[in-house]
């Protein structure tokens, strides 16, 4: 089959038995069909999102001085289910078993069809999706800020402005190590943001600017299992092992420069 978004498969099933009622294809006379999936929908399992943000913020001006203070407070639970595959079309009318066909014993002898294990559950109501939680991550931050714009003179302003954000970020993976116990993992930094520049008014319509700015933003974690062979054998053992990496934060330094007229 395939796992791509909107792509029909084709198939081949069983519509006869090897004796009535049995699940089995006849080897003799397999009455072996085709047909297409449909359309294959690779859907999440609903994550579940508990949001929650405020931010308070005074303004005020004095003299040729007008500013901003404030603070801000974020904090977001997620849980990201196991995604699965769904198909739109039904299973014909006619079906016993959905290919692949095994042979069971020696030849002659009736015809398994595991495809059932491997597929059907593509067709049935709520297809492959399941419930299993795969990650919950959390994230809480908080951050203070100020502004400020002061009037040189009726046509040249300057503005200043900072931010600081602590921030801080969880995962927790049931049963994501190899013994199968919970990983967890977490960290933490402290952000600082800041931007200055200068705007000059050369005539009512037209206006030249220039500023530098600088900004930080929060780490965050990668994550995912990988197969590793622990014994070559025979017979060879692959254990599932966890892969976890913390990315440092991102910083971003930008000039700008440029003029608006109307």
């Known amino acids: 089959g395939s796992r791509n978004l909107a792509e029909s498969v084709p198939f081949v099933y069983c519509s006869n038995a090897a004796f009535p009622g049995a699940p089995l294809c006849s080897g003799v006379n397999p009455g072996i069909k085709r047909f297409t999936s449909g359309v294959l929908m690779d859907l999440p399992h609903g994550d579940k999102t508990k949001e929650f943000s405020q931010e308070l913020r005074f303004s005020s001006k004095i003299g040729r001085l007008s500013y901003d203070v404030g603070a801000y407070y974020f904090d977001v639970d997620i849980d990201q289910a196991e995604r699965g595959l769904v198909a739109t079309q039904p299973l014909p009318a006619d079906f016993v078993g959905l290919g692949p066909f095994a042979p069971t014993g020696p030849p002659g002898a009736p015809l398994v069809p595991i495809g059932n294990t491997l597929f059907r559950p593509w067709f049935m109501p709520g297809g492959t999706v399941g419930s299993r ?12 800020f100020g502004a400020g714009t002061y009037a040189f003179t009726d046509r040249l302003n300057g503005r200043a402005e900072l931010r600081y954000s602590d921030d801080e970020k969880k995962r927790h993976i049931p049963k994501g190590m190899p013994d199968g116990s919970d990983a967890r993992l977490k960290g933490s930094w402290g952000l600082l ?3 200055t520049g200068l705007d000059y008014h050369l005539s009512d319509p037209w206006m030249v600017y220039g500023s530098v700015a600088y900004a930080e933003k929060p780490g965050k974690f990668d994550t995912g299992k990988v197969g590793v062979i622990v014994n070559v054998g025979p017979p060879a053992v692959v254990q599932q092992k966890l892969l976890a ?18």
């Open 133 to 144: 939680v795969t990650n919950q991550d959390s994230n809480e931050s908080w951050s203070v």
């Open 193 to 195: 943001s800041w931007r």
């Open 245 to 262: 990496v913390e990315l440092n934060p991102e910083t971003n330094l930008t000039y700008e420069i440029g003029a608006k007229g109307t």
